[in-house]
């Protein structure tokens, strides 16, 4: 399964924007890239994905780097509901979903 | 219902018993992952049945767990012989068959061995 490394931790204050990376070194051409989130005491909720061009949601944004190795995740105002452990995940066309340690975010009013 | 729903929500057994944990997925969804999550840890992928294929049971810790799913829908995850390791929260999830297909989580069943 192809891995993906994210910071362990991240700090942000409340209503600034947010930029949690993602490398994926390892991708290959068929491999979407995930983001899901788990807030505390909840199973995980799907946030965005994308291939190659870069994605809007009404949850964030996601920018992918033009040779697919990395990501970041944009979420554009952060507020304290968004405090969370954000996974980023590659899936391929099986469709295998493995999660990583993912980044813890904090965020500060 | 429209999510994917889990029972028991919670579950306290003794150790040295059976348990078993249920998954009802989304209608129509060909793929139901289970995974183990224990008190602030990452979540450890257990098992994953894809449509009509043989299930990829290469996250069991151990011959003491086990799945099935039945006529493509329902799955139950079964633990032998419970150990207090196995305390943890228990989460399934299902989705289409495709790499760009959003996974949907169950709120989770929390075991608790004494």
């Known amino acids: 399964d192809a891995k993906t490394t994210q910071p362990n931790s991240m700090e942000s204050n409340e209503e600034e924007p947010v930029h949690l990376p993602c490398n994926h070194s390892?991708?290959?051409?068929?491999?979407?890239i995930h983001w899901y989130r788990q807030l505390p005491s909840q199973g995980p909720e799907y946030v965005i994905h994308?291939?190659?061009s870069n994605v809007n949601n009404r949850m964030a944004s996601l920018a992918i780097a033009e040779d697919r190795k990395s990501s970041t995740l944009i979420l554009h105002r952060a507020t304290l509901r968004d405090a969370a452990v954000y996974y980023c995940?590659?899936?391929?066309?099986?469709?295998?979903?493995?999660f990583g340690q993912g980044t813890t975010l904090q965020v500060k009013p | 219902g429209a999510g994917v729903s889990q029972s028991p929500s919670n579950k306290v057994t003794e150790k040295g018993k059976d348990v078993e944990l249920r998954c009802d997925p989304i209608?129509?969804?060909?793929?139901l992952y289970w995974y183990r999550q224990s008190l602030g840890q990452g979540l450890e992928f257990l098992i994953y049945?894809?449509?009509?294929?043989?299930?990829?049971k290469s996250g069991l810790p151990s011959d003491r767990f086990s799945a099935e799913r039945t006529g493509g829908s329902v799955s139950t995850l079964t633990i032998q012989r419970t150990q207090q390791e196995d305390s943890a929260v228990y989460l399934c999830a299902s989705s289409f068959r495709h790499g760009q297909a959003v996974a949907f989580f169950g709120q989770g069943t929390r075991l608790t061995v004494v």
């Open positions: 995940i590659l899936r391929d066309g099986e469709g295998k979903l493995i």
């Open positions: 049945f894809q449509g009509n294929s043989a299930p990829d």
């Open positions: 994308g291939l190659t």
């Open positions: 209608s129509g969804h060909t793929a």
């Open positions: 390892t991708i290959s051409g068929t491999d979407y």
